[in-house]
């Protein structure tokens, strides 16, 4: 691996632990304007610090994100389809490497929507990127998108995603919780994150699903919704960290939740 590429990477995923907690704030790229992320940097600029990197598209990082920060950002480059056009899945990348660079980012993210009518042209983004990306030293974070079918989230149809995604070159991959979530990883040879999906019912179904994720080998989160979409999203985050980089247990970040409440 180009020291380039590792270094980058590293910075994502922390070598202390060898895990990572990524913000997810790219949401605008198909839902316009998300619940609690309507203004970015009021909801995003608190929890930057507590973020191993920040996962969102060029135009929210030019807008609304200090460029002073030293947290590593992960650069959203699909796109094409919002949510009330004909089908999600319809994805290019819009985002050039030279911009990327220019942007000082430490990996670049694109989705794939496999079984979908556009499975083919999303995979090939996915092959042109990383070729692109490889150039540079930037590693590729693929996300195993489902659209709007969020029913399609089970082990089958997730670990051929994530298998499908790393035997195209992608560095790293996100995808979503589900029973049997080991297999997912077992037969991804890259490491694997899990997105949060829309907000859960409680906290601690929260915590609990990112707990047993790391249990059975993802080496972290790129969670949104059910970080800022909560009231107290520091709190949220900082259980969410226990869990992932402290090994705590789901009551234990609830409880590290609950002091942010009462604050
Ligand atoms: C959309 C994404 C989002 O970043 C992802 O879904 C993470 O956010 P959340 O935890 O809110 O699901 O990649 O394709």
């Known amino acids: ?78 796109g094409g389809s919002s949510i009330i056009g004909e089908d999600l899945s319809n994805e290019t990348i819009m985002t050039s490497m030279e911009e990327a660079v220019r942007l000082n980012v430490a990996a670049v993210a694109l989705s794939i929507f496999v079984g979908s009518d556009y499975e083919a042209q999303t995979l090939e983004n996915l ?5 692109m990306a490889q150039e540079y030293g930037i590693p590729v974070l ?36 589900c029973d049997d979530f080991e297999k997912v990883v077992e037969s991804c040879p890259v490491p694997v994150v899990i997105a949060g999906g829309p907000k859960l019912e409680t906290e601690l ?23 800022w979409q909560n009231d107290h999203p520091m709190g949220m985050i900082k259980g969410i960290r226990a869990v992932v980089h402290e090994n705590a247990s789901p009551e234990e970040a609830y409880e590290i939740f609950a002091s942010y409440k009462v604050s």
């Open 1 to 78: 691996m180009d020291w380039g590429y590792k270094n980058r990477l590293s910075r994502i995923i922390r070598p202390q632990t060898g895990r990572t907690v990524m913000l997810a704030v790219d949401h605008g790229y198909f839902l316009g304007p998300t619940h609690r992320l309507e203004d970015v940097y009021t909801t995003v600029e608190p929890l930057l610090d507590q973020a191993d990197a920040l996962m969102l598209t060029r135009g929210i990082l030019r807008s609304s994100i200090p460029a002073e920060t030293a947290t590593p950002i992960v650069l959203r480059v699909s």
């Open 142 to 177: 693929a996300v195993t998108a489902v659209g709007k079918e969020l029913e399609k989230r089970d082990s089958r149809f997730l670990a051929l995603s994530c298998r499908i995604a790393a035997e195209f070159g992608a560095g790293f991959v996100k995808t979503y919780y």
């Open 205 to 227: 179904d929260a915590f609990k699903m990112a707990h047993d994720a790391i249990r059975m080998g993802a080496v972290g989160v790129d969670m949104g919704r059910n970080i």
């Open 127 to 131: 092959a042109i990127l990383v070729d």
